[in-house]
């Protein structure tokens, strides 16, 4: 079955909140991502190096929208992905990003930022599948106008609002 975004397009006013959520019955991520800024879209799993004798991380190419979220297993494996598709995160009209608190975030969206994203939502109960993950994302609109979604996990997943 293919996943969508039900409805795929909706409309609200100046204001209103839209709140989405993962009622999948199975603990497949999705995410509610807006790329405004083609410039800062993002990958799942993006490349990251290691600075040569240090144990800090860098996006590879340096200027991407990749930052890595890093857990080192038992085994002393580090294990990274992109950050900024897995933990709700916005970058600002300055190019600044800045990670919302999981899980759940809520947002305000001026209609001027680059790049907001929901991070991981799951299932209710699936959390322990997917730690720091959350279950829904909220986005108040302040700005008049189209704003198309997609899915960072499923891009072919697509949404938009407009907000009158």
Not at 18 to 26: E, F
Not at 102 to 126: C, F, R
Not at 142 to 157: D, L, Q, T
């Amino acid at each position: 079955m293919l996943a969508i975004f039900v409805p795929k397009q909706i409309q609200v006013r100046v204001g209103q909140s839209i709140t989405w959520d993962n009622p999948s019955a199975v603990a497949e991520p999705h995410t509610v991502t807006f790329v405004i800024d083609d410039k800062t879209m993002t990958n799942l799993i993006s490349p990251i190096g290691v600075v040569s004798n240090s144990t800090q991380f860098t996006a590879i190419p340096p200027n991407s929208n990749n930052e890595p979220l890093k857990a080192l297993s038992p085994n002393n494996v580090v294990i990274a992905i992109n950050a900024r598709t897995y933990i709700p995160t916005v970058i600002d009209s300055q190019g600044n990003a800045k990670h919302l608190p999981p899980p759940n975030a809520a947002y305000t969206m001026s209609g001027n930022e680059k790049y907001i994203n929901s991070g991981w939502l799951v299932p209710k109960q699936q959390e322990q599948v997917f730690p720091g993950s959350s279950n829904t994302f909220m986005v108040t609109f302040e700005k008049a106008g189209i704003y198309n979604y997609i899915c960072a996990v499923h891009p072919w997943m697509q949404g938009s609002v407009t907000v009158k």
